[in-house]
C-alpha cells in the first residue's frame, strides 16, 4: 500500500512538473510570437523535447515563413502596380498632351495648309491614344479566366494582306514597303481570327514604332518570321522583349502602351503556338511557329 501511495506522488509530482515546464514552453511562445507581431523576423524556439510542443513550434515557424513570402510578394505586387499606373499615366499622357498642342496650333493658325498638317499631326497622336488603350483593354481581357478563343481554319496570306493594307499610311509616311514572301500562299492554320488579326498588327506596329519602318514577312512550313532593322537606341533584349510593359527605349518617347508583344506571346500560346525573338546585326527577328495542321 505504501508502495503505491508512493508511486502515486511520484506520478503526481511528474505532472506537475510536464504541467509547469508546458506552461513555460507556452508562455514562451506566446512571448516570442508578441515580438514577431511587433516586427520582429525571428524564428520561434522551444526547449522541450515533447513531439505535440515540437510539431506545433514547426507548424508556426511555417505559417509564419509562408506569411512573410505573401507579405513579400504583395509589397513587390503593389510596387509594380504602381510603377505601372505611374508609367501607363506617362504613356497616355504624352500623345494626349501632343494631339491638345497640335489642335491649339491649328486654332490660332491662319495658314490653311499649316493648319491641316496641325490636324493631321493631332489625328496621328489620337490614334496612338486609341491603339494604346485598346492594348489595355484586351491585356485586361487576357488576365481574365473567363477569356477563351474560337480556332478554325484561316487562310493567313489574305488575312495579313488586310493588316498590311490598313496601315499602308503609315508605311507611305515613312516611305517604305513591306517585303512578303510566302513559300505557300495557302498556308492555312488553326487560329482565332481576332486574335490572329491583333499578333499581325501588333508586330507591324512594332516594327513601325520602334524600328526604321522597313519589315520584311517570311513564311516557311509551319513558321512566320517577322524582322525588321532596329535604331541604336531601341535595341531589345531577347529575354525581356515578351514581358509586359518592357520598353527598350527606356526613355519611353515613343507612343506605346509595353503591352504589344506581351499580347503576342499570350495570344499565340493560347492558340498553342510558340514564338521567339533574336536580335542578330540590329535585326530582331520575331518567329512565330504555329501547330502542324493535321492532314485529313
Do not use: W
Not at 513531439?51 to 511555417?62: A, E
Not at 513564311?219 to 527598350?248: C, E, H, M, W
Request: proline share 3%; with cysteine; charged share 25%.
Amino acid at each position: 500500500m505504501n508502495i503505491l501511495l508512493i508511486l502515486l506522488c511520484l506520478a503526481c509530482i511528474c505532472l506537475s512538473i510536464f504541467y509547469i515546464r508546458l506552461r513555460m514552453e507556452l508562455r514562451s511562445l506566446s512571448a516570442q510570437l508578441l515580438e514577431i507581431l511587433d516586427g520582429s523576423h525571428m524564428e520561434l524556439t522551444i526547449n522541450s523535447r515533447q513531439k505535440p510542443l515540437l510539431i506545433l513550434c514547426r507548424r508556426l515557424n511555417q505559417a509564419l515563413t509562408a506569411k512573410d513570402k505573401n507579405y513579400t510578394q504583395y509589397e513587390n505586387a503593389e510596387r509594380l502596380l504602381k510603377q505601372t499606373i505611374t508609367g501607363l499615366a506617362h504613356d497616355i499622357r504624352t500623345p494626349l498632351t501632343g494631339a491638345s498642342g497640335y489642335l491649339q496650333m491649328a486654332r490660332d493658325c491662319k495658314d490653311p495648309f499649316k493648319e491641316t498638317l496641325y490636324l493631321e499631326s493631332a489625328e496621328k497622336r489620337l490614334d496612338e491614344l486609341k491603339d494604346m488603350l485598346e492594348q489595355m483593354f484586351l491585356y485586361t481581357k487576357l488576365t481574365s479566366e473567363d477569356f477563351r478563343l474560337s480556332l478554325e481554319k484561316i487562310q493567313v496570306l489574305p488575312l495579313l494582306g488586310d493588316c498590311l493594307i490598313s496601315l499602308h499610311g503609315r508605311f507611305e509616311s515613312l516611305g517604305v514597303a513591306p517585303e512578303v514572301t510566302f513559300a505557300a500562299e495557302s498556308f492555312t492554320i488553326m487560329a482565332d481570327d481576332e486574335a490572329l488579326r491583333r499578333i499581325f498588327l501588333n508586330l507591324i506596329q512594332n516594327a513601325l514604332i520602334h524600328g526604321t519602318g522597313d519589315i520584311s514577312i517570311l513564311q516557311r512550313d509551319n513558321t512566320l518570321v517577322f524582322q525588321n532593322a532596329v535604331t541604336d537606341d531601341s535595341i531589345p533584349d531577347p529575354g525581356q522583349i515578351f514581358d509586359k510593359f518592357y520598353k527598350a527605349d527606356t526613355a519611353r518617347r515613343k507612343g506605346s502602351s509595353g503591352l504589344g508583344l506581351f499580347i503576342v506571346k499570350e495570344l499565340m500560346e493560347k492558340m498553342n503556338g510558340e514564338i521567339t525573338a533574336v536580335v542578330e546585326n540590329r535585326q530582331l527577328k520575331i518567329i512565330l511557329c504555329f501547330p502542324c495542321m493535321d492532314t485529313p
